[in-house]
């Protein structure tokens, strides 16, 4: 046989093989050749919500306020530091860690009326856009 006859053959059947290689096993190939996620925290993406927001200022009664950080893409970060703040009234805690949701919460109260603004900020150095309020009366 020719040896350009056979260098062309190898060429063909290799590229056969990757081609055969491609349509029946693409998912194991996906999965080395795709991109891994981003799973730092966005400051837009991610929510703060309060419940209810109208306390009130009696010391018992409780304003849940929930933190879901996201990455740009919307997925959950999970094991991330989150400190919250507020303005007025008392937080059960403001050191707190996300849980596989993406999650974190703590309890607002307070003996006095008034409106506690509530900010976040995560790992340090990402403030959330968003803030909140709770009027305490």
């Known amino acids: 046989m020719d040896k350009k006859l056979g260098?062309?053959?190898?060429?063909?059947?290799?590229?056969?093989?990757v081609f055969v290689t491609i349509v029946f096993f693409n998912k194991p190939i996906a999965q080395f050749t795709r991109a891994k996620e981003d799973y730092t925290a966005s400051a837009e993406s991610s929510l703060l919500f309060a419940y209810p927001l109208l306390v009130k200022a009696d010391g018992v009664s409780k304003s849940s306020v929930n933190v879901f950080i996201r990455s740009t893409k919307g997925i959950p970060v999970k094991n991330q530091k989150v400190t919250v703040t507020t303005t007025f009234g008392t937080?059960?805690?403001?050191?707190?860690t996300t849980d596989e949701q993406g999650k974190a919460s703590t309890q607002l109260t307070s003996t006095q009326t008034g409106v506690a603004s509530i900010e976040v900020l995560v790992g340090?150095?990402?403030k959330l856009t968003q803030k909140l309020s709770v009027k305490f009366e």
């Open 7 to 17: 260098g062309l053959m190898l060429v063909f059947f290799l590229l056969f093989s």
């Open 124 to 126: 340090g150095i990402t």
């Open 91 to 96: 937080l059960s805690d403001t050191e707190l």
